[in-house]
Every structure is written in structure tokens, then in C-alpha cells.
């Protein structure tokens, strides 16, 4: 995110366009979030399955929502994570800058050091910020714990000038045309906020998460919950349905983890030579309910990239296939489902699963593009292992999906007749519905 100078700089543009009640307050509370301790203070939420982060404008919207018509502390307070939103699509999205790379955020605050009295000379910055009487009793205060003290003595520092030295990334040139975007994306918004249309979107700006897996001895272990429910504010819920690749030797820490959420229904859809060469870990284990529900269809790598649409369609028709679907429906706890690596079976009968419930197709294509990231490791030593394969076969590409959900609608008009045309009725379309969805 954005320095709080910098936030301090678009505020100071926006009173030159935009009139506000009290610049005090609004300049204030514009800075106000930096003080917060952890992550609460932005509104942060997770969405996508996990796989995405997002600031939760719709619940800030909905809190103090009449405050920020009276009150410019809170739409300060909106409008610095408006900026942050700004911040993020122009330096990762527009300026490509990778924090994983080691040190590139070690550096990054140091050119907001060198930057930061740059931005307080050209836009004309006063150090006159002053905490409101009584902050303790502020709505706002209740949602995290600030250190409003650090924050203040952070803005002193902020007005001294610092020696020179070279930028690594953040130039001075970049402040400025940061500033000018988010000054109009906020003008924007502002806008939005009198008509109530064309609001900013949390699920929409959200931003990649970092890779993970729900199990520590897995590598592809995620959640279908967070999934918004196309031209709804809904979403698919968390800890319902489970996706993975095969848990051969679950930890104690997974199996506390899968009976704590309640996922004890297990489907194993690995062809029976798979479990014959290694059986599943949680196969015979006390607490769960263990299906063998072989699809052998998928277990196999395609002759070619261009049939990898088609060996979908094949997993979607699979003899064994609707028995899954009326496992999930049926279930009493939440469900994981599994194959080998997670990938090509798993990736069907969720992208099947989602689509029923009335996801959109590009995440529906999302959530099959993480298992890319995911299995990273796994496919590296498949290079290793048979190096005369062609990889562009075995790593995810958006194509198949998108194909093999163009094959699916060619073939049966829509997702709920394919359902139908498996013996999936639509009395247990709506069972699945409402686990991954209700409640």
C-alpha cells in the first residue's frame, strides 16, 4: 500500500475538487488506517476459495455508511483504501513489482523514505494533522486497535528531509502519476457514493493470495467456499466441499484439521490401480466416512495437448461419476473429494460443482488455473522423471477449461441438464445447491 504521505498527498488534490464539511477530519481519517494493528484495519477478507484477498468495501459501506454522508473522517477512511486498491493495480498490475522477490520490500520502503518529502514539498504538505477529542469513543475505533501515537510520530518524521540515494523502484515520477490516478479514481467513487451505481467491488478488485493447501502433507488441498454466486451479492460457503489431490500420509495436524471443520466424508475418485500402488490415508481411519469411487477416465495423460478438453468430457460421463455427485449431495458433514494430484478429475467435477451453483465461468477457470501454481512442485519432477513428456499435456491451461465447458454446453444446452443426463436430478441438484451454498 501507498504511503501515508502519499495518502495525505491525493487528499490535499481531492479538497481542490471535491468539497468536504471538515478537511481536519478528513485528512485524519485518511491516514487513519496505517495506524491500525494486524489486518483489520483495512477490511481485509478473503475470496476465490481463499486464493484472493480483497478489502471489504461492501462492509464498510454497510457500518458506517450514513457516517460518511455527515462525517468526512469515515469517507477519509474509505477513500484511503479506495487509494490502496488504486496503489495495488498500479504497482503490481501496471508496474509488474514482485515482493517475493528477497529485499524488493525492504527496498520499497526505503524509496518511500527518499520519495516521501518529495511528495511533501510538491503538493504543498503541512504537518498539521490533529487527533479528533476523545478518538476512543469514534465508531471507528472499535474496529481494530490503532497506535495512533506511532502514527503521529510517523507523519513528524515523514515532514524531515533525507539524504539522497538512489531509487530502486518507486521514482519520483511514479508518485506523481500514482497520485493523479488515484485522485480520479476517488473522484469516482465520490461520485458513485451520491448515486449509489458503479460502487467499487471487492470481489472484482481482489488480488492473488499467496499458494497454499488446507493440509500440510499435500500440496493442493483447497477450499471451494468464497465463490460469489453470478449477479448476486452471495457466495458459496466455506468448509463445505474440498478439493484436493490424494492425502497418502495425512499428519495429525490434517486429520485435527478435517475433523474440527467437519470434513469426514471422503471420495477417493483415483482408479484402482492407484489406490492398489498407494491406498489413502484417512482410507480405514476411525471418524471418516471413506468412498471408493473409482474414475478411471483422466487417470491416464492424454495423447495430446488438444485432446485434454476432450478427456474432460470423458471424466464428466464417466460411469462412476454421478455416484460422486450423489455422495456430496447426501453427505451429513462437509465433503473432500480427491484424486491424484487434484488436477484433471478434481478439476472437473468442481469446475461441474461451481457451475451448477451458478459461479461464472472465468473463476470457475480461476479455480482450476491455482492448481498451476499449486502443483508446481509436482510438475518439475514429472519433467524430471519423463523428460521426453510434453508438459504443456500435463500443466493446467485455461483452453481446456474454457473448451470443455464449451463441449458440455454444445452437447447438453446447459450445466442442469448435463446433471440431469447422468442421473443427477434435479431434487439432488438442488441437495448439492444447498450444501455448497445455503445455511
Request: proline share 3%; net charge negative.
Amino acid at each position: 500500500m501507498a504511503s501515508s504521505i502519499i495518502h495525505l498527498a491525493v487528499t490535499n488534490e481531492l479538497t481542490k475538487r471535491h468539497t468536504f464539511n471538515d478537511e481536519g477530519r478528513l485528512k485524519f481519517g485518511a491516514i487513519l488506517p496505517d495506524a491500525g494493528k494486524g489486518k483489520a484495519s483495512h477490511l481485509n477478507k478473503y475470496v476465490w476459495g481463499f486464493n484472493r484477498k480483497a478489502y471489504d468495501f461492501e462492509l464498510f459501506r454497510s457500518k458506517y455508511g450514513e457516517l460518511m454522508k455527515t462525517d468526512d473522517l469515515y469517507i477519509g477512511y474509505y477513500l484511503h483504501l479506495v487509494q490502496d486498491i488504486c496503489y495495488r493495480h498500479f504497482v503490481f498490475d501496471k508496474y509488474k513489482w514482485n515482493p517475493m522477490i528477497p529485499g524488493n520490500v525492504e527496498k520499497l520502503h526505503k524509496d518511500y523514505s527518499i520519495i516521501n518529502y518529495y511528495v511533501v514539498t510538491q503538493y504543498g504538505l503541512s504537518n498539521d494533522i490533529e487527533v479528533p477529542d476523545k478518538f476512543e469513543d469514534e465508531l471507528i475505533a472499535s474496529l481494530c486497535t490503532y497506535d495512533i501515537d506511532g502514527l503521529m510520530k510517523s507523519m513528524a518524521d515523514y515532514f524531515v528531509p533525507v539524504p539522497d540515494d538512489d531509487i530502486f523502484f518507486f521514482t519520483e515520477e511514479m508518485a506523481d502519476e500514482y497520485i493523479a490516478e488515484a485522485v480520479e479514481l476517488c473522484l469516482k467513487e465520490l461520485k458513485a457514493l451520491e448515486t449509489g451505481e458503479g460502487l467499487i467491488d471487492s470481489y472484482d478488485n481482489a488480488w492473488d493470495n499467496k499458494t497454499y493447501s488446507l493440509l500440510e502433507t499435500t500440496l493442493n488441498t483447497r477450499d471451494l467456499g468464497g465463490y460469489r454466486i453470478d449477479g448476486t451479492e452471495r457466495y458459496t460457503k466455506y468448509g463445505r466441499i474440498i478439493r484436493s489431490d490424494v492425502a497418502n500420509y495425512p499428519s495429525e495436524k490434517d486429520i485435527s484439521f478435517l475433523k474440527n471443520s467437519s470434513t469426514t466424508t471422503i471420495i477417493d475418485t483415483r482408479s484402482t490401480e492407484e489406490k492398489e500402488r498407494k491406498p489413502h490415508g484417512l482410507a480405514n481411519m476411525e471418524g471418516f466416512e471413506y468412498y471408493d469411487i473409482p474414475i478411471e477416465e483422466g487417470s491416464g495423460v492424454p495423447e495430446s495437448v488438444e485432446a485434454v478438453p476432450e478427456s474432460y468430457y470423458q471424466i464428466a460421463h464417466a460411469a462412476n461419476i454421478g455416484e460422486v455427485f450423489r455422495t456430496i449431495a447426501n453427505a451429513d458433514s462437509s465433503v473432500m473429494f480427491n484424486c491424484t494430484a487434484g488436477k484433471d478429475r478434481s478439476g472437473v467435477i468442481s469446475a461441474l460443482l461451481l457451475w451448477l451453483c451458478g459461479v461464472r465461468k472465468s473463476d470457475i477457470v480461476y479455480d482450476y488455473m491455482r492448481t498451476k501454481e499449486n502443483n508446481k512442485k509436482r510438475f518439475e519432477q514429472i519433467q524430471q522423471n519423463f523428460p521426453d513428456l510434453d508438459m504443456k499435456i500435463v500443466i493446467p491451461n485455461e483452453n481446456n477449461m474454457i473448451k470443455f465447458m464449451e463441449m458440455i454446453e454444445a452437447n447438453h444446452g446447459t450445466v442442469q441438464n448435463y446433471f440431469t443426463s447422468i442421473g443427477i436430478t434435479p431434487d439432488i441438484q438442488q441437495k448439492i445447491i444447498e450444501k455448497l451454498c445455503e445455511g
